[in-house]
């Protein structure tokens, strides 16, 4: 038999190395005991609570409500679910004690966080919600090829009513988003939507020529215009647009002599060689794109106010994907597709890799996630391919510190690993950490995807 000190040790080892938080009260709500989690649900050391009031505690919001209090009350056992100032969740279960002549005692209760898997039943449901559009998609397309094309919502859904309008109309139309938007698919899009999408579409990215070049490759030179001219001259890009259209891209990139220039050209819809004294009447439709604020560099004399006027007819903003959540499944669908037919492939992704990338910044935005996806179903060995085959984040642009960036890295990594291990006492132990620098890591990274 045991003794009586024994029993204690054991009784005592049992309370400390229990998962649950364990409490217990006299019959007056007077608290005899609260084990050390205490501290890690409530915020306070258990030591401050012995012989305080749990009805006092009660109304203080600490213990709100209190499962001990309402067994008193009762005398019978009682189940609540209950929420700490610390913001975590519980499933607490209160017990009333009697001794050997059913006279109350106190109160005994068991507290189980349950944060994590409130916090993944939620998670679970988003991948699953994830999953079924992401399967719904996918069966649209095979249904209907034009799906892709045609099925546009929220942010995006305002940019192509104001394209549907503007494609039948020769006007001069500028397309304003940061760099990877989609500025140039939108460009393509006027263009195959409107009566010239039979005749030829010039991108040209005014940032990309030499400066001592612009001109000639814009508007063509006559023969001996300069040292190395072709024989016979040569034609600029608004003369080989003909009747289709020229796509300026990066126009805030041009000098301004150049500007001038062009303004005339829209002005008086004609171009003149370089080197040349003849006039050519311009046919061409012209599209202009910028990821800089016109409106800052013609404060800063960097840019023409009369060229932004002309150039500014129709003015359509794109917004960054991030602004854009509802439409990432829908890219990530036709990326895949696109990807999978160039390389002869037939891989998909994984709930958890749809749902990693949805939660990504995407700073470069369309391009970043065009590249990323392309580069990793090229590297992928797998034909379902995961984010742990992944392992790497998105490279951010030059937009980010290397403090963003490594928190970036950081939130990555703690996502992914709490996904394998869901407690913050399992989270700690695998990466090696204290359980309460595990819990600030979880509040700050998992509970705000």
Request: glycine letters at 6%; hydrophobic letters at 35%.
């Amino acid at each position: 038999m045991l003794s009586l000190e024994r029993s204690h040790l054991i009784l005592e080892s049992i309370i400390k190395s229990s998962f649950d938080e364990i409490f217990v009260t006299d019959a007056d709500g007077k608290i005899l005991f609260a084990s050390e989690r205490f501290k890690d649900l409530f915020g306070i050391h258990a030591e401050e609570v012995i012989h305080q009031s749990v009805f006092l505690l009660e109304k203080q919001g600490i213990l709100s409500p209190s499962v001990t209090g309402k067994v008193l009350q009762s005398k019978k056992s009682e189940t609540i679910i209950q929420e700490t100032k610390k913001g975590r969740k519980l499933v607490v279960s209160g017990h009333p004690i009697f001794d050997e002549n059913e006279q109350l005692q106190g109160a005994l209760s068991f507290s189980r966080d349950i944060t994590e898997l409130d916090y993944l039943k939620k998670t679970n449901q988003q991948v699953a919600e994830l999953m079924a559009l992401y399967e719904k998609e996918i069966e649209k397309i095979k249904n209907n090829p034009m799906y892709l094309s045609a099925a546009h919502h929220g942010k995006m859904g305002q940019v192509y009513s104001i394209v549907e309008k503007v494609s039948s109309l020769d006007v001069t139309v500028l397309l304003e988003g940061e760099t990877g938007v989609g500025k140039n698919f939108i460009a393509r899009k006027i263009h195959k939507k409107s009566n010239r999408n039979k005749e030829p579409f010039i991108e040209v990215n005014c940032g990309a020529i030499p400066e001592s070049l612009i001109e000639s490759e814009l508007f063509g030179y006559e023969e001996g215009a300069f040292t190395g001219a072709k024989k016979g001259g040569k034609k600029g890009y608004f003369e080989a647009a003909g009747k289709g259209t020229i796509f300026l891209d990066e126009i805030s990139e041009l000098p301004l002599s150049l500007q001038v220039k062009l303004l005339s050209v829209l002005q008086n819809l004609m171009v003149q060689r370089v080197g040349g004294s003849s006039t050519i009447p311009l046919t061409c439709r012209i599209i202009c794109a910028t990821n800089q604020d016109l409106q800052k560099l013609i404060a800063e004399k960097r840019f023409r106010e009369d060229l932004y006027y002309r150039i500014n007819v129709i003015r359509i903003m794109i917004p960054p994907l991030r602004e854009r959540r509802e439409e990432l499944v829908r890219l990530v669908v036709e990326l895949l597709k696109e990807f999978n037919e160039k390389h002869q492939m037939d891989k998909e992704f994984t709930p958890d890799m749809l749902s990693w990338l949805n939660r990504q910044e995407w700073p470069g935005n369309i391009r970043e996630l065009r590249n990323f996806i392309e580069r990793i179903l090229i590297t992928s060995n797998e034909d379902c391919i995961d984010i742990d085959q992944v392992g790497v984040t998105p490279i951010p642009n030059d937009d980010l510190t290397l403090e963003q960036y490594l928190q970036r890295m950081e939130g990555d990594y703690i996502v992914r690993m709490y996904e394998k291990y869901p407690s913050s006492i399992k989270l700690a132990k695998k990466l090696g950490i204290s359980q309460s620098t595990a819990n600030r890591k979880i509040n700050q990274y998992v509970q705000r995807t």
